[in-house]
């Protein structure tokens, strides 16, 4: 890396390394305790959250990738880090996310933003609307909390835009201005009690000015994405674009970011500095449609030449690659891409498609493939991996697993 210049494969590199899914990261653990949770949030900051239960929930699948261990036991230790431990807390930072509590002072900027109308607008025309029964959610949650949305809404109206109970769209306002916090979960199901019986007095009572916690997040998202543009480190944690990108500015005069340009890149690029390029070479491994590295799906397209889209809403006749697929990190490539779907009654993961990301594939990839395939069911307690018919990569991969 030389004179502000970035080759395609260094800048791939710098990604893997940054979110720790090189081979030079501490390999999987057999039972990943708190330090190896700790160790993946400094590598990556926050922790999306997803309800889509296919394979099993995305956190679980972009822990997996990083940490090894078995499906109940990052579950458990994820759970344990979050509502019993209290080091970890949930808000909206990227999407709905995990992120540390220590860092939740970060987001006071945004909570502030939603008491002041900034956010959905179906919330905001609800609460403006509805004031007192607002404050009656507020009341029951002192009251009577730790309270789940079903428990409260008793066979009241739903909302006919949002699909949502009444009682759901007043806790998520309480949740987003930061009044409630999520105390515990019971079945994925979110439990809210009131901020001071979930946090300590620490935690509520810190504070940064909007511009100083926007600054900070930017700092943050450079080192998580290793290299990105703009609009990939405004994105990592939804800041607003003109405010992010003014952030941005300010840290390249200040010299703490320096501006690149990344081979194959239509935009520049930002590293922080001082960056020192080591070559690296990725993991083999399934990842999370809401994998860090993969989420913002510009960045994808730009940097792996990956074109991606999450096809679940997609009609299953006009699904091109399948219902949840999860691309195949190879080599510092995205070279394949798999539709997976645990059958536990059965104890089958079934592989319904299989796509080649790459043409005239280096060998051994297929063998990786199947190897990973096989390593995602025994994770998940399944006995046996069965591939179907559809994808480019189908027959090979069949062929090597065996069914």
């Known amino acids: 890396m030389r004179d502000g210049q970035v080759s395609s494969l260094q800048a791939k590199s710098l990604a893997i390394s940054a979110q720790g899914l090189d081979l030079k990261s501490s390999p999987p653990s057999a039972r990943p305790d708190i330090r190896h949770l700790r160790r993946a949030f400094k590598q990556f900051g926050v922790l999306q959250i997803d309800a ?9 699948l972009v822990l997996r990738a990083r940490l090894g261990g078995s499906h109940s036991g990052l579950s458990k230790l994820l759970d344990n880090a979050t509502y019993e431990r209290r080091e970890l807390v949930e808000y909206w930072c990227h999407e709905a996310s995990f992120l540390p509590t220590q860092d ?9 933003r939603a008491e002041d109308g900034e956010l959905w607008k179906g ?6 609307e509805n004031p007192e029964f607002v404050q009656q959610i507020e009341d029951y949650v002192c009251s009577n909390g730790p309270v789940s949305a079903g428990e409260l ?3 009241r109206k739903r909302d006919p835009w949002w699909g949502w109970s009444d009682s759901k769209i007043a806790l998520e306002w309480l949740f987003w201005i930061g009044r409630v916090s999520v105390s515990h979960r019971h079945n994925f199901t979110r439990y809210y009690d009131l901020s001071e019986r979930v946090l300590s007095s620490e935690v509520l009572k810190e504070s940064l000015s909007e511009v100083e916690a926007q600054t900070e997040l930017i700092r943050r998202a450079a080192g998580h994405l290793g290299v990105g543009t703009a609009e990939d480190l405004v994105d990592y944690f939804r800041l607003p674009k003109l405010e992010g990108k003014e952030r941005i500015r300010e840290l390249v005069e200040n ?3 320096l501006e690149v340009e990344v081979e194959g890149w239509d935009r520049s690029g930002y590293i922080q500095m001082g960056t020192k390029f080591k070559t690296a070479n990725s993991k083999s491994v399934l990842l999370s449609p809401f994998d ?15 074109k991606y889209r999450l096809e679940i809403y997609v009609p299953a006749k006009k699904r091109v690659h399948g219902y949840y697929v999860l691309p195949f990190l190879h080599n510092n490539d995205l070279c394949a891409r798999v539709d997976v779907r645990a059958d536990n009654k059965n104890g089958v993961l079934h592989v319904p498609a299989a796509h080649a990301e790459i043409p005239n594939m280096e060998p051994g990839v297929v063998e990786s493939l199947a ?27 069949k062929r090597v697993i065996g069914t």
């Open 123 to 128: 919330i905001r025309r609800f609460v403006a």
């Open 153 to 155: 809404q008793k066979n």
């Open 255 to 257: 010299n703490e970011l």
């Open 371 to 397: 190897t990973e395939l096989e390593s995602l069911a025994f994770w998940r307690n399944l006995k046996q991996v069965k591939v179907g018919q559809r994808g480019n990569l189908a027959r090979q991969l």
């Open 52 to 60: 889509v239960n296919a394979v099993a929930r995305s956190h679980l």
């Open 104 to 112: 939740r002072a970060l987001f006071k900027w945004r909570m502030q």
């Open 292 to 306: 860090p590295l993969i989420w913002f799906r510009p960045r994808v397209e730009r940097m792996f030449q990956f």
